[in-house]
């Protein structure tokens, strides 16, 4: 494939790469799709980068960090800087606690910074919220703009992310337009959830299913339509439970899940 350099100012722009009909003896591994991202050229860049994700990372009883996707190409130095990122966790009792990242790593073709935390149980709290710096000295972009962390449009502002925490056998959450989504869980186990307080829209909920039962326990789920809503409830990771047990829940065609992880621990990807 020949990309052409031409003088015409472009945004990102994207090629699906699928491998197919193979001859012979050969077989399709994994993965035989890409998505190939040609980057914005050719255009004086003004505009701050924009957090457009954050997820959390590992078992729900055991948080040891977060991935924060972003929407271009990040200054390597800034992305990395420690003191760009700050955990903030407000206990059911007590003070509020801000938690230091303690490993932060930036991955160019995602787009994406990995952070560190010491394990924790997401539980013991009510809300967890993840900071990134944009003010002066914060996150930028290749061409030196700083973060638009509140999404005005002006770089040099911070983002933050909030999250509700909730458990239960059944729990119920409404996602950004008001549709009100049920997710049930039979025949042993629970699931915790985080839910986004605000946000760019792109942030949508992650759940985790906790002690579930060996091909016994099943996923299912419901979605209530609100009048400004469009009856469908978008999930970034649902992580813990076997393809067959979330089967119920993913032919639900009023609920989109993104990623299903089989393990416990979440990726923090979508």
Excluded: C
Excluded at 81 to 88: K, S
Excluded at 245 to 258: G, K
């Amino acid at each position: 494939m020949t990309v052409i350099n031409d003088a015409f100012p472009e945004g990102d722009e994207f090629v699906d790469l699928i491998l197919s009909d193979v001859t012979g003896a050969g077989v399709l591994g994994s993965p035989s799709a890409a998505t190939l991202r040609i980057n914005t050229s050719d255009r004086t860049d003004v505009m701050g980068p924009q957090v457009t994700f954050i997820g959390l990372t590992a078992p729900s009883r055991g948080i040891d960090g977060a991935v924060v996707h972003f929407d271009e190409d990040l200054d390597p130095v800034s992305a990395t800087n420690l003191a760009n990122y700050t955990l903030i966790a407000v206990p059911r009792r007590g003070r509020t606690q801000r938690v230091a990242f303690t490993s932060a790593i930036y991955d160019p073709v995602g787009r994406t910074v990995t952070l560190g935390v010491p394990a924790f149980e997401q539980t013991d709290f009510k809300k967890t919220a993840v900071r990134v710096i944009g003010k002066l000295g914060g996150v930028t972009d290749l061409a030196g703009n700083l973060l638009d962390g509140n999404r005005n449009g002006r770089p040099g502002g911070n983002a933050m992310q909030l999250f509700r925490i909730f458990s239960g056998e059944t729990v119920t959450a409404r996602d950004k337009d008001g549709d009100r989504l049920t997710l049930t869980l039979a025949n042993g186990g629970h699931v915790d959830g985080v839910l986004p307080i605000g946000g760019p829209r792109t942030q949508e909920i992650q759940f985790w299913v906790v002690d579930p039962i060996s091909l016994v326990t099943v996923a299912s789920g419901s979605v209530t339509r609100s009048r400004t809503g469009d009856g469908l409830v978008v999930i970034a990771e649902i992580i813990g439970l076997d393809k067959k047990e979330f089967a119920p829940l993913i032919t639900n065609s009023s609920i989109i899940v993104r990623r299903l992880t089989f393990s416990t621990n979440a990726t923090g990807l979508r």
